[in-house]
């Protein structure tokens, strides 16, 4: 059996990625599906603290990174450069075999396959707004871009977001995730700074009143919401589309998306609301409250028929793990 080498740093121990449970709300369930379609093939996946230190056939990279042996190496770039600059250089890019990755631009200059990262899809859920008492939730961590790019950053839309709520409507809102008792993090390295003192700090104020704290379980607050602020970490990139918008359709919960310019290219626009044809969060909120339930209904049903059709497949975890199995072992 061939054994290659999966590099990351997206859990500790390293090994964990390769676990159900090792990391919450199904973050690692593509990556599961992934070694397992590689064992299926021949191929053993192991992680860094599973490496023996022999020569691998082949290395494989989550995001671009330095290479560890002298193996051919492949990489797989989920995240954007804004988001991971190593993903726009040509220095770590130039060395790998072959790209899977989101980027058309890179695709269409030959150099990558086109992947959508993989997630479980359910079923979908019609169940109206009977047991639904929330009618927004934001689900994110408080985080920041470590460059400044004020045009693209959507991680300051949902500071935006939701200081308006909490200011103009906040019974209808419930923010969850790490890190928001401390300040907005701000862009670049200043904003891991500011939050280190912060930590320091044996007191501080409670700067959102809205936080409920870390959710145990995505899922379960998304099933008690109607809608939730599901925006990507950077807006007007082409196929940029992460797990986000799939947590809030496995729940029922319909999502007011802000991210993929193209979007509607890969997700029918009947499945969910799009941020960016409001003038403002009166207006949105507007829209929201005021939703009748059979609107609401015809969105979960959309987004049923979606969840369920070929065109959802794209976003599979097997699909997700079939197409990088084949490219990979079909360049060695």
Known sequence: MMKALFVHSGTKPARGIFERDGAPNGLTAAWCE?????????????????????LPNFE??????????EAPSFCILTECDLVYP??????????????????????????????????????????????????????NANKALPVWRPKQDLYRERVRAIRWFERHAPQDFALYGYGWDKLPRLP??????????????????????????VAASKHEVLRRARFSICYENVGGLRGYITE?????????????????????DYVPETCFID????????????????????????????????????????????????????????RL
């Open 244 to 264: 986000k918008i799939f947590d809030a359709f496995c729940a029922g919960n319909v999502p007011v998306y802000w991210g993929a310019e193209d979007i509607a």
């Open 34 to 54: 992934l070694r397992t379609a590689f064992k299926d093939a021949g191929c053993q996946l192991v992680t860094e603290d599973e490496w023996d230190g022999d």
């Open 188 to 213: 670049t390295r200043l904003g891991g700074l500011v939050h280190r003192i912060e930590g320091a700090l044996p007191l501080r104020p409670r700067w959102f009143p809205s936080w409920r704290g």
């Open 86 to 139: 190593n993903n726009r250089s040509a220095r770590l890019l130039d060395r790998y075999a072959h790209l899977f990755t989101w980027d058309p631009t890179l695709v269409e200059s030959g150099r990558a396959t086109k992947i959508q990262l993989g997630h479980p899809l359910g079923p979908g859920v019609v169940d109206g707004y009977g047991d639904r008492p929330l009618l927004v939730v934001l689900i």
């Open 275 to 330: 941020r960016r044809r409001f003038r403002s969060y009166d207006d949105l909120h507007a829209y929201l409250v005021s939703m009748p339930e059979d609107t609401f209904f015809g969105y979960q049903k959309a987004i049923r028929d979606f969840l369920a059709s070929p065109k959802a497949q794209r976003f599979s975890t097997r699909t997700f793990a079939e197409t990088i199995v084949a490219g990979v072992l079909s």
């Open 60 to 69: 494989l990279h989550l995001d671009a990174r330095a290479q560890k042996s």
